[in-house]
C-alpha cells in the first residue's frame, strides 16, 4: 500500500498550500505540484490524511500586541546597554525593571529565565513571536551567529525609527481632512433630522407641487428620522461583514487590491512598501543574509497579498538564473528609477549601498506624497462639504422663491 505524503507548497500568488497526497514517490509529486505552478517547501511522509490548520481568527477581536514605539525604545536602550559590555540578562533585567507594558515585561521575564536555562537569545525571542516580529527574530539570530549583537540591534532601533516617523507623518497628515469629512458627515445628519423637519409642514401649506431637489431632501430626511436606528445597524453589520470577509484569504487579498488602486492611498502604500523592501533587502543583505534568504524572509514577513506574491515570483526567477533587476522589472511593480539603480549595484557590487540610497530616496517621496495628498485633498473636502449644504439651502429656498413668484 503506497504511503501518504504531506507537502507544503506557495502558489504563484505565493499563498501557502498543505496538501496530503496518496505516493510511492515523493519525487513524482514535486512535478505534479511544479506542474500546477507551485513552488514547493517541504515534502515528508504522514500517518493519515488529517491536516493540521492553524485556527484562524475571523471574529473583530484582536490579539494584543506591543506598540512599536515600546519596540524601539527597548531595542535602543538594549543595543546601548549591549554595546556597553553589559550580559544580555543583565541588560534585560534593567529593561524590565524601566518597561510599563505589561505584557510586554511579563514577554522579557520569560525571555530572561529561557536563556538562564541555557536557551540563546534568538531562540528565547522566537517563543515571544506575539511581542517579536519574525522579521526582528531572524536579525537577532544573524547578530548572534555573526557576533555583531549590538550593531543589529542599533539597526533594528533605526529600522523601527524610520516605521513609527513615517505613521505619524501620515496620521498627523490626514488628521485634518478626516476630521473635516466627520464634520460635513455631522453637519448633513443635523440638517436632515433636526432642520429640514421643520420646514415640512410650511411646505405642504402651499398647496403646489414642490421642485424636484424639494422632493428629494424631505423624501431623503423623512426616512433618515423614522429609520435612524435601523439605518445605524444596518451600516454596523455591513462594517462587521467587511471586516469579517477582509480577514479571509479572499477577502485579504481583494482589500490589498484594492488598497493599491484607491485615488490618494494607493500612491501612499505602494511607496510604503517599496520604502520597506528596500530597508529591509539593505539590513538583511549588510549584515552576510544571500539574496534569495533575505528575500524569503521579506516574502514572510510582508503582510500584502499582493507585494507578497511579487516577491515569491522574484525568488523563483531569481533561482532560475535572473539577476534581482531583472526579476524586479518583469513584476511591473517597481519603479524604472529602482530598477537601474538595483542594476548598477548589482554590476558594481555595491548593491547594498544602492538599496540603502532607495530606501532614503522613497522616505523622502512619502513625505513629499503626503503633503501632497494634503495639500489637494483639503480643498476637494471643502468644496463636498460646500455642495452639500448648499444643495439643501437651495432644495428649502426653492418652493419659497416659487411662491414669491406666483405673488
Known amino acids: 500500500m503506497a504511503p501518504y505524503f504531506k507537502y507544503t507548497a506557495k502558489n504563484s500568488k505565493g499563498d501557502e498550500i498543505k496538501k496530503i497526497v496518496k505516493s510511492d514517490n515523493p519525487i513524482a509529486i514535486a512535478k505534479k505540484a511544479k506542474n500546477k505552478g507551485y513552488h514547493i517547501i517541504e515534502i515528508k511522509k504522514t500517518k493519515g490524511m488529517t491536516i493540521n490548520k492553524k485556527k484562524k481568527n475571523y471574529l473583530l477581536i484582536k490579539q494584543k500586541k506591543v506598540d512599536k514605539a515600546d519596540l524601539f525604545l527597548f531595542t535602543e536602550q538594549f543595543a546601548v546597554m549591549t554595546g556597553s559590555g553589559l550580559s544580555i540578562v543583565e541588560s534585560l533585567l534593567i529593561l524590565e525593571d524601566q518597561i510599563k507594558n505589561k505584557m510586554f515585561k511579563k514577554s522579557i521575564k520569560k525571555i530572561v529565565e529561557n536563556i538562564e536555562k541555557g536557551s540563546s537569545l534568538s531562540e528565547a525571542i522566537k517563543v515571544e513571536k506575539n511581542v ?56 448633513i445628519i443635523l440638517l436632515l433630522t433636526y432642520v429640514i423637519p421643520s420646514f415640512e409642514e410650511i411646505f405642504q401649506s402651499f398647496n403646489t407641487r414642490l421642485p424636484y431637489p424639494t422632493r428629494v431632501i424631505l423624501f431623503i430626511s423623512k426616512n433618515l428620522n423614522n429609520y435612524f436606528l435601523y439605518i445605524i445597524l444596518f451600516i454596523f453589520l455591513l462594517v462587521v461583514l467587511i471586516k469579517i470577509y477582509f480577514r479571509t484569504e479572499k477577502g485579504s487579498y481583494t482589500k490589498d487590491k484594492l488598497i493599491l ?5 494607493a500612491k501612499l502604500k505602494k511607496y510604503i512598501l517599496l520604502w520597506r523592501f528596500s530597508n529591509m533587502l539593505n539590513l538583511l543583505i549588510k549584515n552576510g543574509i544571500s539574496l534569495l534568504d533575505s528575500l524569503i524572509i521579506i516574502e514572510k514577513i510582508t503582510k500584502n497579498k499582493i507585494m507578497k506574491g511579487m516577491i515569491h515570483k522574484i525568488q523563483i526567477n531569481i533561482r532560475e538564473g535572473q539577476d534581482l533587476s531583472t526579476a524586479l522589472s518583469e513584476s511591473g511593480f517597481f519603479p524604472k528609477i529602482m530598477i537601474k539603480m538595483i542594476n548598477t549595484g548589482e554590476k558594481t ?5 544602492m538599496l540603502k540610497e532607495l530606501a532614503k530616496f522613497f522616505h523622502k517621496k512619502l513625505n513629499e506624497k503626503v503633503k501632497k495628498t494634503v495639500t489637494i485633498l483639503e480643498p476637494i473636502l471643502v468644496i463636498f462639504m460646500a455642495a452639500i449644504i448648499a444643495f439643501i439651502a437651495i432644495s428649502v429656498l426653492l418652493p419659497m422663491f416659487n411662491m414669491y413668484s406666483l405673488i
Not at 261 to 265: E, S, Y
Not at 349 to 353: A, D
Open 132 to 187: 517579536f516580529p519574525y522579521f526582528y527574530q531572524q536579525m537577532v539570530k544573524i547578530g548572534e551567529m555573526a557576533g555583531v549583537l549590538p550593531k543589529i540591534l542599533k539597526d533594528l532601533s533605526l529600522y523601527y525609527k524610520w516605521q513609527i516617523e513615517i505613521r505619524k507623518k501620515v496620521l498627523s497628515s490626514l488628521y485634518y481632512p478626516m476630521l473635516l469629512l466627520a464634520a460635513t458627515f455631522l453637519t
Open 261 to 265: 488602486k484607491l485615488p490618494f492611498i
Open 349 to 353: 557590487g555595491k548593491l547594498e549601498k
